[in-house]
């Protein structure tokens, strides 16, 4: 059978969209209509995949300027000029970053198979050819990333709740001192708190995308036997 699991899925959904009795021009086909679905959706795949480029090149730069921050901080702490809790601070948002940035590539690999997958069906739609098991190989790359970046996102998020606790610590300490207004503690807290929400929020679903059915190769070729 020619059709997949996921065209005639595609296709109940089509059918099931009202149409206008007084439409004019030439009736769309199946097909035409889920080419130019999977074209659009290729192009916001796009669009993800270069967000998540300049994402990951933002991400370096950051890395980079924390990094010599971190090294003038560790001269000035070996003279005293600084506590050891400013040291501290610099030392965890260079661990947060590197953190960051381990995700942010996890992320573009992801995005990069999805936007792969989506431009192949288009092309399949549009009469090129293209064999199943070429596109269940791009399509579980695409997966297997996307919960491949999970155990990161958790560790990265991990990283962040530690910088934001020691940086509250040492707005605390700078607002006793009457050298930093209580806004900036406040902000500091809300920062905290979000830190806190997204981290449990991850930690809570790690295993969640293990335990979604991935289809293997047999079960998608199942329909056509």
């Not at 199946?30 to 995949?49: A, H, P």
């Not at 399949?124 to 996102?153: M, N, Q, S």
């Not at 606790?165 to 979000?194: F, Y």
């Amino acid at each position: 059978m020619r059709s997949t699991l996921l065209e005639l899925a595609l296709s109940a959904l089509i059918f099931a969209l009202p149409v206008s009795a007084g439409a004019q021009g030439t009736a769309a086909t199946n097909d035409q209509v889920l080419q130019l679905y999977f074209t659009d959706s290729g192009r916001s795949f796009g669009y993800q995949v270069m967000m998540a480029r300049i994402q990951l090149d933002t991400l370096t730069a950051e890395l980079e300027r924390d990094k010599s921050m971190l090294q003038r901080n560790e001269e000035l702490y070996a003279k005293s000029a600084i506590s050891q809790l400013d040291l501290q601070v610099s030392q965890l948002k260079d661990a947060w970053n590197r953190k960051q940035l381990i995700v942010a590539e996890k992320n573009l690999l992801y995005l990069s198979a999805e936007y792969e997958a989506m431009t192949k069906i288009a092309e399949h739609f549009a009469g090129g050819e293209i064999t199943v098991e070429t596109l269940y190989a791009v399509f579980r790359r695409g997966w297997d990333a996307g919960c491949d970046k999970g155990p990161d996102e958790v560790v990265a998020h991990q990283a962040w709740v530690a910088f934001a606790e020691k940086s509250l610590e040492r707005a605390r300490q700078l607002n006793e001192r009457g050298g930093l207004p209580d806004s900036e503690v406040l902000e500091r807290e809300t920062q905290l708190a979000i830190a806190r929400t997204n981290y449990q929020n991850r930690l809570g679903g790690l295993d969640r995308c293990r335990t979604t059915l991935f289809p293997s190769l047999d079960d998608i070729m199942a329909p056509s036997r």
